[in-house]
């Protein structure tokens, strides 16, 4: 029981890892990198308490 | 693991994440290419050390663009760290954590809260997720399409704590601009670090979105706890040691578990351990063989 309730886990965190990989591989594509790195590299006044 | 060692990563952890001191000597943020890199803690992008993006900041700053509306990259990030370390992040990297525990170890009478309020009040941070961090910035927005950072904005005391104050205190343009937003924050923060005194972590038990994320790996997570039923005796030393109130013998694994350790190192009988889930799966199946 343990073994199948282990085995079942081991498969939803490669289903997860495979999904957090391929997310990562479309969001550079579609250039969502470059949108953090703009809200990123400029001071952000909401979250400094400005804005 | 002891304490100390511990301490030791997340302070590593923290100068780290913070590594651009010209920042805090000239009172600038960086600019440079690391900046669009998600980091797996809170760290606020407006810190003037931060060399890299908050994975919160930056889910607000692509679910409320005008372009996008799912952002896979930071999804994807904070996934892949979450199936790798879980909640681990929160015990063993995030610096406003490490802030907290330092905090706490002040010498005054500590407060439990009840189990009846401690119990509702833990999920306060999947509602802080949703709606603050996810469903604000996705659909109530400006006429041009764009969403606030409304986690940033209202609540978020890294923020305040490692930009805000820095920024606003070398800054003679962002010090006229204070408001009473600022005062807001300012006064979240302070309710934050005092309470920080009497409980253990509040911010990460109560509000942190990122925990609340994390915690969700917590079963599946490469890193994991683990009870050796045949050493255990259930003298529940390690449940009065657990400082998340995680009841461990029930559930080891909890959403609330930051990894401290702390409940591995009380054991009597060093029935815990950590453990990657493919080394308990081929000894299970070696067993079985035999």
């Known amino acids: ?51 | 693991m002891k304490n100390k060692v511990r301490y030791m990563i997340q302070a590593a952890a923290a100068v780290f994440f913070n590594g651009f001191a010209t920042g805090f000597i000239k009172g600038r943020i960086f600019r440079g290419k690391t900046k669009g890199i998600c980091i797996p803690v809170l760290n606020c992008y407006s810190c003037p050390g931060a060399v890299a993006a908050c994975p919160i900041g930056s889910l607000q700053a692509v679910l409320g663009s005008r372009n996008s509306k799912f952002s896979f990259y930071v999804l994807g990030t904070m996934m892949l760290f979450g199936v790798i370390l879980g909640r681990a992040i929160c015990g063993f990297l995030c610096p406003f954590g490490f802030i907290q525990e330092l905090i706490y170890k002040i010498k005054t009478p500590k407060i439990k809260i009840p189990q009846k309020i401690d119990r509702p009040l833990r999920y306060l941070k999947y509602v802080v997720l949703i709606v603050l961090v996810i469903v604000l910035p996705l659909f109530l927005t400006n006429e041009f399409g764009m969403g606030n950072p409304y986690y940033c904005k209202w609540l978020c005391p890294v923020g305040t704590l490692e930009g805000g104050l820095p920024l606003v205190l070398m800054n003679d343009s962002l010090k006229k601009a204070v408001g009473l937003l600022f005062s807001w924050k300012v006064g979240i923060l302070v309710v934050i670090l005092i309470l920080s005194v009497l409980i253990y972590r509040p911010f990460c038990k109560y509000l942190c979105p990122l925990g609340a994320f994390y915690g969700l790996f917590n079963r599946i997570s490469f890193v994991k706890l683990d009870i050796n039923r045949d050493k255990c005796v259930e003298c529940g030393l390690c449940e009065k040691t657990c400082k998340m109130n995680v009841s461990v013998l029930k559930n080891i694994n909890s959403t609330e578990c930051i990894r401290c350790g702390e409940c591995k190192s009380a054991c009597p009988k060093q029935a815990i351990d950590i453990k990657s889930l493919t080394r308990d799966v081929k000894s299970q199946e070696t067993s079985a063989e035999e």
Do not use: D, H, P, Q
């Not at chain 1, 343990?2 to 081991?10: M, R, T, Y």
């Not at chain 1, 550079?28 to 809200?39: L, P, S």
């Open chain 1, 1 to 51: 029981m343990k073994k199948e309730n282990s085995k079942l886990i081991l498969y939803f965190r490669m289903i997860c890892l495979v999904i957090a990989i391929t997310f990562i591989v479309i969001g550079i594509a579609n250039g969502e990198i470059n949108t953090v790195a703009t809200k990123a590299t400029n001071i952000c006044l909401e979250c400094i308490g400005i804005g």
